[in-house]
């Protein structure tokens, strides 16, 4: 190992040693969820050359029909948790129920096994994105034990599986990036303490839903894009990939603020984006590098779950930006009533 490199599980073995308030378990549950990740990131470099392509008859609890590689990526992370007593139950984005560990365990995993997934086929990154609670109970933890704000989770991450496959996850003291060495095998420390700027001139969302947003967004996003002639004084670029973990990669990277706001698209929705396996884990890496993750109304982590599968609206990324929008929130909130 070149000099200099930092490994994953040396990584883990420092913090563990310096913060004395972190359970070992959990270093060994990381260390186990890279696992499973380097598996998923093999099946996904394989492409079509696996027949791993294409989607399925099925359909997943949100009714959005499941790719392949949904599937698989599941039953790898589900096989990796209740092959070892760290997880006392775990809920997916493809199952409808969460699962028990027969093994039992002191932690609960909440996890989105591919995001993206409808990118998949045009080879675009996805990613996988994990929460993680402590188990109320060992064993048979009941589905309210899930349904903790986010400000509870005691780790999350995600996968992305891109040009380069990396690990970002906080365990409460920070984010960092890991990327994986092919040579190796191992996970590397290239991103120590990431850091989201507090400003930006990026934001990311899906405009095609504009006629759908509330005033408060279409106000922000219509000053972004009128940029030098605006109040703010300055051009804005925009991106939308589509594959949440890609925009948010890139939020932590160089800043931005990502958004899939409350929309009138389908009222019945508050949203697209689910809160506890999505928006919590999201949120929880990007306030951890400095950024801002919010409703527009509430923050994020400070939401009570109602389900396991709810959605929510997310506004995420550079702190000054996210606060500007829920500024507009307030005033629109305000002239309303
Ligand atoms: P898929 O997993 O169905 O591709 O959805 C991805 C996602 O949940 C999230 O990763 C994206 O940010 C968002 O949906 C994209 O939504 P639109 O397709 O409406 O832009």
Redesign the pocket.
Known sequence: MPAGRTTLSEYLSQQTAEHQSLNPDLSKLILEIAKAVQEIALLTSQGALEGVMGSLESQNV?G?TQ?KL?VLSDEILIQTFQSGNLVAGIAS?ENDEPLSNPKGGSFLCLF?P???????DVNVS??TIFSILSSPSNTKPAVSDYLQMGRQQIAAGYAIYGPATMLVFSLGYGTHGFTFDAISGEFILTHPTIQVPADTSEF?I?A??ERFWEPPVSRYINECKQGKTSVRGRDFNMR????????VHRILMRGGV?M?PKDTKDPTKPG???LMY?ANPMTFLVEQAGGLGSTGRQRILDVQPESIHQRIPVILGSKNEVERIESYHREYDRAEH
């Open positions: 949100q959005e790719k949904d984005e989105d591919l995001d993206g997934s409808s990118n998949i996805v990613g990311a899906n095609s839903n939308w990939i589509a594959s949440m973990v890609a925009d990502f899939y697209r984006l689910r999505e």
